[in-house]
């Protein structure tokens, strides 16, 4: 079964810090991984997208990593604002022709308090 | 640019009530469109998509429906709703699965 995981559930850190989120998946084999960001009653927005072949993608103060060997991937936000606050949704999309579903994460919720 | 709307942006219904959301997308020709509902603490669960007019796919069992009458319209209701549906509804649309794109999203709360 499709599934991705990610850690932790909630975060808190002081404006400026840095953090890292995780994303485990155990989608085989898969076509690109995304990161969304989503605000408290929004719809998510894609911040990167990543192939199988990349390990890396930046967005600004964003950046994700992918290892495909160990079929991980991590959110990177440097210098954190209190807009960063917002719930981030790791998603894999599966290689199967034709297949519509992607496979959702349940997000991480982060908080940025001044 | 595209665009997607949804509307309402809130609602609040009874039990056994009937339901119709609405979605439309501007800016793009044939798209795939997508439901989605997001309950609290849980991830994005895909309940219908559309790769075109009157084609419809659905993923869950359940008491709602989709329809497409138009190439850039999309319609979840429900005859009857259950307590059950409360939730978040994020309608997308994308040019592949790999690539979709979300509205704003409704806040159903049923009663």
């Known amino acids: 079964k499709n599934q991705v995981e990610q850690s932790p559930q909630s975060l808190i850190i002081l404006e400026g810090k840095n953090c890292t989120l995780q994303?485990?998946?155990?989608?085989?084999?898969?076509?690109?991984l995304r990161w969304y960001k989503q605000d408290t009653g929004r719809g998510p927005v894609s911040l990167t997208i990543?192939?199988?072949?990349?390990n890396t993608k930046s967005n600004g103060r964003y950046t994700a990593t992918l290892d495909a060997d160990t079929k991980q991937s991590s959110l990177h936000i440097t210098a954190s604002q209190l807009s960063d606050s917002a719930s981030y949704i790791c998603v894999v999309s599966p290689t199967n022709r034709g297949n519509e579903k992607l496979t959702f994460g349940t997000g991480t919720r982060l908080t940025i308090i001044p | 640019s595209q665009t997607i709307h949804q509307w309402p942006a809130t609602l609040v219904q009874p039990v056994g009530s009937p339901l119709s959301l609405e979605c439309t997308v501007e800016g793009t020709s044939n798209p795939n469109l997508y439901w989605y509902r997001q309950a609290a603490g849980r991830g994005l669960q895909l309940l219908f998509y559309s790769v075109g007019i009157g084609q419809i796919s659905s993923e869950v069992p359940q008491n709602l429906s989709a329809s497409r009458p138009q190439d850039r319209q999309f319609i979840l209701s429900s005859k009857k709703l259950l307590l059950s549906d409360s939730g978040f509804y994020l309608c997308?649309?994308?040019?592949?699965?790999?690539?979709?794109?979300f509205g704003p999203g409704t806040r159903l709360t049923v009663t």
């Open positions: 990543m192939t199988f072949s990349e």
């Open positions: 997308a649309w994308g040019r592949g699965r790999d690539e979709q794109y």
């Open positions: 994303c485990n998946y155990t989608v085989s084999p898969f076509s690109n």
